[in-house]
């Protein structure tokens, strides 16, 4: 069992995996070692974590599609170091959220709030400074000149679960890579991806952007 059981509403349920959760099958994880990385991937491999941490600050549309095929939109807001929004459309009423520690789970319908650290989630290897991309990282052939595809697990904390983002050429973004998409997924092989398109960089972001309204409080009634 995992702190997504807790929830009880199946959108929600399904929603949060799909945040927490690249398109991979399952034996991915029974894979054997990959052998060192040549010189030239080794390269590459350090422009994309290049890339990945010179974000400083992003917005976007997203579109988050689960292994169903259930498809949510909103607005993506991020900003470095761990902070992230998902705010999603009209009539999807939830929110995901992270302060820089905490990814924090909002069900306005139900009135339910549940906090994850990133740390614990694939999402570390986006958010989390500490987390070592590099380390953990391997490039995954793309047949592509123009598209980088980066894989981050760490073998011995199989509960991280798997980050793959893809990167595509653009000098306009960070590092000359723009973050397109990736694909994630959790212990429980829940698996979903994220397409990010009309992305900004370098935006004022202020940081209560990271806030949010706990339906918990609104709904207490007096004593």
């Known amino acids: 069992m995992t702190h997504l059981t807790y929830f009880t509403r199946k959108p929600l349920h399904a929603a949060i995996a799909g945040v ?42 997203f579109t988050q599609t689960d292994r169903s095929g259930r498809t949510l939109r909103g607005e993506l807001t991020l900003k470095n170091p761990g902070k992230i929004r998902f705010e999603y459309a009209k009539g999807t009423n939830m929110l995901v959220v992270s302060d820089g ?31 070592d991309v590099k380390k953990y990282g391997k490039l995954i052939p793309t047949g592509n000149p123009n598209v980088f595809s980066v894989e981050v697990k760490d073998p011995k904390k199989p509960e991280y679960g798997i980050f793959t983002a893809i990167m595509i050429k653009n000098a306009a973004a960070p590092g ?10 959790d212990a429980q092989n829940q698996r979903t991806v994220v397409r990010l398109t009309n992305q900004k960089y370098g935006v ?5 952007a990271f806030k ?12």
């Open 212 to 223: 949010f309204r706990d339906p918990r409080r609104s709904s207490r009634r007096p004593g």
């Open 20 to 61: 927490l959760a690249v398109a991979l099958p399952a034996t991915a994880l029974l894979a054997p070692a990959m052998p060192a990385v040549a010189a030239d991937d080794s390269t590459q491999l350090d422009q994309v974590v290049a890339a990945l941490r010179g974000i400083s600050t992003l917005k976007a549309d």
């Open 101 to 131: 520690s905490s990814l924090t789970f909002v069900d306005y319908e139900v009135n339910q709030v549940q906090r994850y650290p990133i740390k614990n989630s694939p999402l570390g290897a986006l958010l989390d400074p500490s987390r």
């Open 176 to 185: 000359g890579l723009e973050l397109a998409n990736w694909v994630q997924i």
């Open 204 to 208: 004022a972001v202020p940081d209560s």
